[in-house]
């Protein structure tokens, strides 16, 4: 089950969907769900529905709503093709961390007064450029955040990087779980450490798994480097991780 919705916020309007278990009764736990830098379109709208239906409302936003409404990619082309890439390159660009701080802002004012959502503390997770997203939410609003999730993460920590969410983690609360494919050129081992050191130093309770054989964006059905082995994987981690925090 899923409905289209509008969210007001500081630079806009962010179009997104909440997703939610057939037979829901009644206000659920909710999740944060932020896609890849392809946006939204049906192999996360699966993933949304699968997470939803362990027992969540999963709020999915549309990361590039000041550049286009709804899905970016056109239908019949991949987000990794020439002349779509560079477009998504372009949106990306523009998602700041200051940018993103008023989208947080704007997506937990939300959560609070929409009847699918039960009061308490959310899930977040991201993937590729997005799992910085999700820990740099959890940093900044660490009352709200009970656990965070990233897969195939991307730069998360670059040593010449002031504004690497690695220099913030000192506030974050939450459960910290991320899945790293370990042929990944955008998250080589050196900056997996100093993910790790960070966290460590901060007294983070968190995870780090590294998915043998995966390669970047492993749980994306659309792209060439799909594992259903660790997609189904990180399926596994991700109820774990929320079952346990939420």
Request: aromatic share 8%.
């Amino acid at each position: 089950m899923s409905r289209a919705i509008d969210i007001p916020a500081a630079d806009g309007s962010i179009d997104a969907y909440i997703v939610t278990p057939d037979n829901a009764a009644g206000p659920l736990p909710a999740v944060v769900l932020f896609t890849d830098i392809g946006s939204l379109r049906p192999c996360y709208h699966e993933k949304a529905q699968r997470i939803a239906d362990n027992g969540y409302a999963v709020l999915m936003p549309n990361l590039y709503y000041r550049d286009a409404a709804g899905t970016v990619v056109p239908k019949g082309k991949s987000f990794r093709d020439p002349d779509v890439r560079p477009t998504l390159l372009e949106y990306a660009a523009r998602l700041t961390p200051e940018a993103q701080t008023r989208d947080f802002a704007a997506l937990l004012s939300y959560l609070d007064n929409e009847a699918e959502f039960a009061h308490g503390k959310v899930g977040v997770v991201g993937y590729c450029m997005t799992g910085a997203f999700a820990l740099r939410m959890a940093a900044q609003h660490p009352r709200h955040v009970a656990a965070v999730a990233g897969f195939h993460s991307a730069r998360l920590a670059e040593a010449d990087d002031p504004d690497s969410p690695v220099h913030g983690v000192d506030t974050i609360e939450a459960r910290v779980y991320f899945g790293h494919a370990d042929q990944d050129a955008l998250l080589p081992p050196e900056q997996i450490a100093r993910m790790d050191e960070a966290l460590a130093h901060a007294g983070v309770h968190f995870t780090t798994e590294l998915y043998k054989g995966a390669a970047h964006g492993f749980t994306a059905k659309d792209a060439p480097s799909y594992d259903a082995a660790a997609d189904a994987l990180h399926h596994k981690r991700l109820a774990m991780l929320l079952e346990e925090a939420l």
